[in-house]
């Protein structure tokens, strides 16, 4: 499982020019099976995006195409994480 931290960078302002994009990124990966929540780094700081079934060079890949990162209006982290423990609803994500 993966975290994802999108920051904002100096080029926040340029974010509306490509929010379209963007949503439209995020959709892919919610179609795809990868991205399973999304939202806001508050306050104003960026997004979150949390992944599974994938690969990190297959998610490396997929975070490279965000229209935000393309941009540089945003810059990337992702977080392996290896979970042990997890709500029945969530029981999906543990190893």
Same mark, same amino acid.
């Given at each position: 499982?993966?975290?994802?931290?999108?920051?904002?960078?100096?080029?926040?302002?340029?974010?509306?020019?490509?929010?379209?994009?963007?949503?439209?990124?995020?959709?892919?990966?919610? /179609?795809?099976?990868?991205? &399973?929540?999304?939202? =806001?780094? $508050?306050?104003?700081?960026?997004?979150?995006?949390? !992944?599974?079934?994938?690969?990190?060079?297959?998610?490396?890949?997929?975070?490279?195409? /965000?229209?935000?990162?393309? &941009?540089?209006?945003? =810059?990337? $982290?992702?977080?392996?994480?290896?979970?042990?423990? !997890?709500?029945?609803?969530?029981?999906?994500?543990?190893?």
């Amino acid at each position: 499982m993966f975290i994802i931290l999108l920051r904002f960078s100096l080029r926040k302002s340029d974010a509306p020019t490509f929010m379209d994009a963007h949503k439209q990124w995020l959709k892919r990966g919610f /179609d795809d099976g990868i991205f &399973q929540l999304a939202g =806001s780094l $508050e306050p104003g700081q960026g997004g979150g995006i949390l !992944a599974h079934r994938c690969t990190l060079a297959q998610l490396q890949q997929r975070v490279n195409e /965000d229209p935000f990162v393309e &941009q540089r209006v945003v =810059s990337a $982290e992702i977080i392996e994480l290896d979970p042990g423990m !997890a709500v029945p609803q969530l029981q999906f994500l543990v190893s």
